[in-house]
């Protein structure tokens, strides 16, 4: 009779995992923002990021937005501290210089540091053709939307230099987003979608927010609608950046209107992730200057009935490419 045979020990026997909780059917629409941490990255990758010699740069956002302080913005800066100045927009932006009460002459001298200046015949103007007058409790402006600048253009601004010149007592702060970090963290299947497409960019659907056809009529031909990547490239960085914006983006070139809009959508909401943004509270005198190939920002409307007068002045920039 044969022997029985041993029982099986412990580390024989085949564990098995305990069952998950079924859950019910769940999901999240496609076309939403996406949870989870985020790759923040301030400057391109292998980029030399070296102390700041000239003046002292203290950081308002993780990734963008940086004061500058020791510089007097009435002096013409030496080519060190424009070069130094420079290297500190791309890296951080958008600049911020508190208390230095320019003179319109004085604002226009420090922009051309960077270019030619724009004018805008579509927006109310200064004591001078390149300086933008945005005083609220006149005549509505660009607020509560992201936007970037005119990139109804062919050559849409390199950046602007906005003083406050009244500033509410609560409230009119103005925000800023990184727009490499947006495209940085839309996934794989949506760069695939977007990258080498190109989108149609227009002034008429954000200046009809506050403008009569009448006004507007007469500068279809001076602005015909203009094609621009919806990725660009930085001009000085290399880096890629989200090139569409909710004001001036009317369509992405070779969709039908419904997939266009779809995901449109999608790459308008990048611009709302807190991560990617910083926020400037306002004092009478202070200086913003901001990379508007880089950036959009949003003007804050929640000082009513108070008044808001701001003065900025544009810079030339290059075609996207």
Known sequence: MAAPSAAPSAASVP?????????????????GLYEGPRALRR???????????????????????AEIRGLDLSLP???????????????????????????????????????????????????????????????????????????????????????????????????????AAAYDNLPRAVKDRIDGARAVHDFVPGF????????????????????????????ETGRRMLFVNTSFTTRIVGLERAESDRLLRLLF?????????VRFRWQAGDIAF???RATQHYAVNDYAPHRRVAERVAIAGDRPF
């Open 290 to 292: 901001w990379d508007n």
């Open 269 to 277: 909401q990048q611009a709302h992730v807190p991560e990617y943004q």
């Open 77 to 179: 800066p030496a080519p060190a501290v424009r070069e130094e100045l420079n290297r500190a927009l791309l890296e951080w932006k958008v600049l911020f210089f508190r208390g230095q009460h320019l003179s319109s002459d004085a604002q226009r001298a420090f922009a051309r540091n960077w270019g030619e200046l724009e004018t805008n015949p579509l927006l109310a103007t200064g004591d001078a053709p390149e300086v933008v007058r945005f005083d609220r409790s006149a005549v509505p402006t660009f607020e509560n939307v992201w936007h970037a600048d005119v990139t109804f253009r062919e050559r849409p601004a390199l950046g602007a230099v906005l003083q406050l010149r009244e500033v509410p007592p609560v409230g009119g702060d103005t925000m800023w987003a990184d727009m």
């Open 43 to 65: 400057v391109p990758e292998k980029w030399e990021d070296r102390p700041y010699e000239l003046f002292d740069v203290v950081p308002q956002g993780r990734i963008i937005g």
């Open 15 to 31: 564990s098995v995992p305990p069952a998950s909780p079924a859950l019910r059917d769940h999901r999240v629409p496609a076309d």
């Open 208 to 235: 009809a927010r506050f403008s009569s056809p009448a006004q507007l009529a007469p500068f279809q031909e001076m602005f015909p609608p203009v094609e621009h990547p919806v990725v660009r490239r930085h001009p």
